[in-house]
T-cell receptor, first 116, second 116 residues
Framework: SQELEQSPQSLIVQEGKNLTINCTSS?????LYWYKQKYGEGLIFLMM?????EEKSHEKITAKLDEKKQQSSLHITASQPSHAGIYLC????????????????FGKGTLLTVNP | DTEVTQTPKHLVMGMTNKKSLKCEQH?????MYWYKQKAKKPPELMFV???????INESVPSRFSPECPNSSLLNLHLHALQPEDSALYLC???????????????FGQGTRLTVV
């Protein structure tokens, strides 16, 4: 099965510092998604990556997908308390070999704390 | 409008009760999902509806009964639940492309369910 490994599991940074969260798959990723979740709330879509080498940015958050499409990173520049939360990477996983049905599965998440 | 609305936000029910969770979106998405999330765990897929038809059931117990009455609404009917069913239930929607995946999913805020 295609499992997503996220690292680190948790991260505490001082406001203003940069940070990176990684998401690794043992198999090629066909669609890689980054979401943010506040505890007990819904998931907020951040970015979707599909092509090897793709990079997208939104405000101070940049996500990259490596050329082999097996690893993605999420980088936050000059972190703020508003960045705190749980970051989840998700990937489309085929339900059967050669099938056309996919489902979105998630890594275990990275808990980010930003201290003022 | 990228909003998925879930009601109620909180629900406490006894093991003999019957209740329903509701989800609504007006983005024209024809794929809708139910996820279950336990504390400190990633969301886990329960059901997928594609064009108002159930396309994926992840071996969910029959005490959970999904329903998609039209392209904007998704319900989850609950009956004879167990305390271990207490969790955050998330609804999501996405476009249906060439394949089920490869389209970002938008999530609602969830219903916090407690079974007593």
């Amino acid at each position: 099965s295609q499992e997503l490994e996220q690292s680190p599991q948790s991260l505490i940074v001082q406001e203003g510092k940069n940070l990176t969260i990684n998401c690794t798959s043992s198999k090629t990723l066909y669609g890689l998604y980054w979401y943010k979740q506040k505890y007990g709330e819904g998931l907020i879509f951040l970015m979707m990556l599909q092509k090897g080498g793709e990079e997208k940015s939104h405000e101070k958050i940049t996500a990259k997908l490596d050329e082999k499409k097996q690893q993605s990173s999420l980088h936050i520049t000059a972190s703020q308390p508003s960045h705190a939360g749980i970051y989840l990477c998700g990937a489309d996983r085929a339900l059967s070999s050669g099938g056309s049905n996919y489902k979105l599965t998630f890594g275990k998440g990275t808990l980010l704390t930003v201290n003022p | 409008d990228t909003e998925v609305t879930q009601t109620p936000k909180h629900l406490v029910m006894g093991m003999t009760n019957k209740k329903s969770l509701k989800c609504e979106q007006h983005m024209g998405h024809r794929a809708m999902y139910w996820y279950k999330q336990k504390a400190k765990k990633p969301p886990e897929l329960m059901f997928v509806y594609s064009y108002e038809k159930l396309s994926i059931n992840e071996s969910v117990p029959s005490r959970f009964s999904p329903e998609c009455p039209n392209s904007s609404l998704l319900n989850l009917h609950l009956h004879a639940l167990q305390p271990e069913d207490s969790a955050l239930y998330l609804c999501a929607s996405s476009q249906v492309g060439r394949r089920q995946g490869f389209s970002e999913a938008f999530f609602g805020q969830g219903t916090r369910l407690t079974v007593v």
